[in-house]
C-alpha cells in the first residue's frame, strides 16, 4: 500500500487513504481484555492508548472494542531490529 492507505483513523470515512470503517469493523472488534492479551500490554496501558488517541475503539453501550486491524497496525508500526528494518 501507497502511502497512508493502511492507516486506522477513529473517523473519516470518505477522505482519501482512509480506510471505510464498515470495512475495519468487518474485520473483527476484539474486547479490552483480548485487546490487551494481544499486545501483551496490561488493560490499564490500553485504555491509556485508548484515553491518549493511539488506540482507534468503537463504544457499545459502555463497553469498548478494538478493531483487530488497529491492533495489527499499531504493533506493526513498532517493530524494531532484525528483518525488517
Known amino acids: 500500500m ?3 492507505e493502511s ?3 477513529t473517523r473519516g470515512e470518505g ?6 470503517g464498515r470495512q ?3 474485520e473483527g472488534l476484539l474486547t479490552v ?6 499486545l501483551s500490554v496490561s488493560r490499564s496501558k490500553l ?5 491518549r488517541g493511539l488506540l482507534p475503539y468503537v463504544k457499545l453501550g459502555r ?5 483487530r486491524r ?12 532484525g528483518y525488517w528494518t
Open 24 to 26: 475495519v469493523v468487518a
Open 2 to 4: 501507497k502511502g497512508n
Open 63 to 67: 463497553a469498548r472494542r478494538i478493531p
Open 7 to 9: 492507516r486506522l483513523t
Open 15 to 20: 477522505h482519501p487513504g482512509r480506510p471505510d
Open 70 to 81: 488497529a491492533l495489527v497496525e499499531l504493533a506493526a508500526g513498532e517493530l524494531r531490529g
Open 33 to 38: 481484555p483480548e485487546a490487551a492479551s494481544f
Open 47 to 51: 485504555y491509556e492508548m485508548m484515553d
